[in-house]
C-alpha cells in the first residue's frame, strides 16, 4: 500500500512558476514510479509526467517539455514537479499516482500516456489566470 499527498497548488499569472510536492509513504520511493497527471473542468485526465526514481527516468507531456521537470529526493520519499512559465491552459487539478515496480523512459511514457497506475492521492489545483 502506497499513501500519496500533493500539494503546492495555488494561482499564479501567465509566465509564473509553481513547485507541486507528492509526498509518498507506505514503501521505499524505489519501489515504484509517481505520475502526474491533470484534470481540467471539461476536459479528461492526461498524463504530464511520470518518474522512477530507481532508475532516474522520466516522460513528459509534449505540452510541458522544456517548461516541467520532475525530481524526486529519497531521503524524504518526495517527488516533485517544477513548473515554470506556466500558461492558462496549464489549469487543472493535478494529481500524483504511483506505479508498483516500473522502470525506464519507454515505460515511463506508457504509464503516462496509458494512466498504469495502482495507487492514487487527493490532487492540488493550479489555476494560471491574469
Aim: charged share 15%; proline share 3%; glycine share 12%.
Amino acid at each position: 500500500e502506497v499513501q500519496l499527498q500533493a500539494s503546492g497548488g495555488g494561482l499564479v499569472q501567465p509566465g509564473g512558476s509553481l513547485t507541486l510536492s507528492c509526498a509518498a509513504s507506505g514503501r521505499p520511493l524505489d519501489d515504484y514510479a509517481i505520475g502526474w497527471f491533470r484534470q481540467a473542468p471539461g476536459k479528461e485526465r492526461e498524463g504530464v509526467s511520470c518518474h522512477a526514481s530507481s532508475d532516474g527516468s522520466a516522460y513528459y507531456l509534449d505540452s510541458v517539455k522544456g517548461r516541467f521537470t520532475v525530481s524526486s529526493d529519497k531521503a524524504k520519499n518526495m517527488v516533485y514537479l517544477q513548473m515554470n512559465n506556466l500558461k492558462p491552459e496549464d489549469t487543472a487539478v493535478y494529481y500524483c499516482a504511483a506505479s508498483l515496480g516500473l522502470v525506464g523512459t519507454q515505460t515511463m511514457g506508457i504509464m503516462c500516456r496509458n494512466t498504469i497506475t495502482d495507487f492514487w492521492g487527493k490532487g492540488t489545483l493550479v489555476t494560471v489566470s491574469s
